[in-house]
């Protein structure tokens, strides 16, 4: 079965860090990019960051730029995003996906697998 | 920058049919992907480029993309069709529209 399983999200004051893990397993894990997407709690979705099959490419949304830092391990089929400097305004459910692409550097594809996401909270 | 234009909702009969628009500006040159998001789950990819469904998808999803509009259109709505839609896009970074969310009466 096609699974991928967030884990690493809680409560956290503004200021500080913490990293999420995403799992994944069914499918050939290094063949495929792989991206964070969250959501506020009762917002849409938005996209964080995304790694290349091979981390040779990697991106972020402004809105984390300088503070996140995505990366992946692909002997452990392990996705990471490191996150520093939280704010109030990062508070939401970070989901990991993977791309459709196979091997393919190129951008745009769909998303078709999700985890079921891992919640993080920043507050004092 | 580039932005994505969805209704907030969208209602339609039992067994009718549904169209949900992403507005944008010559999106019909970019791939549009349609995510199907129910309360409390995950988002699931229910088109691709613009009119490709993914393996389980019912055939009664459909997608389109021409000039500055893409559309979703869901084919004998059921009550199990009632979600939040998202239209998703890349250009320079990866954009999703705001949502709609589909009421089946």
């Known amino acids: 079965e096609v699974q991928l399983v967030e884990s690493g999200g809680g409560l956290v004051q503004p200021g500080r860090s913490l990293r999420l893990s995403c799992a994944a397993s069914g499918f050939t894990f290094d063949d495929y990019a792989m991206h964070w997407v969250r959501q506020a709690p009762g917002k849409g979705l938005e996209w964080v960051s995304g790694?290349?099959?091979?981390?040779?490419?990697?991106g972020y949304a402004d809105s984390v730029k300088g503070r996140f830092t995505i990366s992946r391990d692909n002997a452990k089929n392990s996705l990471y995003l490191q996150m520093n400097s939280l704010r109030a305004e990062d508070t939401a459910l970070y989901y990991c996906?993977?791309?459709?692409?196979?091997?393919?550097?190129?951008?745009?594809?769909?998303?078709?697998?999700w985890g079921q996401g891992t919640m993080v909270t920043v507050s004092s | 920058s580039y932005e994505l234009t969805q209704p907030l909702s969208v209602s339609v009969a039992l067994g009718q049919t549904a169209r949900i628009t992403c507005g944008g500006n010559?999106?019909?040159?970019?791939?549009v992907h349609w995510y199907q998001q129910k309360p409390g789950q995950a988002p699931v990819l229910v088109i691709y480029r613009d009119s490709n469904r993914p393996s389980g998808i019912p055939e009664r999803f459909s997608g389109s993309n021409s000039g500055n509009t893409a559309t979703l259109t869901i084919s004998r709505a059921q009550a199990g069709d009632e979600a939040d839609y998202y239209c998703?896009?890349?250009?320079?970074?990866?954009?999703f529209g705001g949502g709609t969310k589909l009421t089946v009466l």
């Open positions: 998703q896009v890349w250009d320079s970074s990866t954009l």
């Open positions: 790694i290349s099959w091979n981390s040779g490419s990697i």
């Open positions: 010559n999106i019909g040159s970019k791939n």
């Open positions: 996906a993977k791309d459709m692409g196979r091997r393919d550097d190129s951008s745009g594809h769909a998303f078709d697998i």
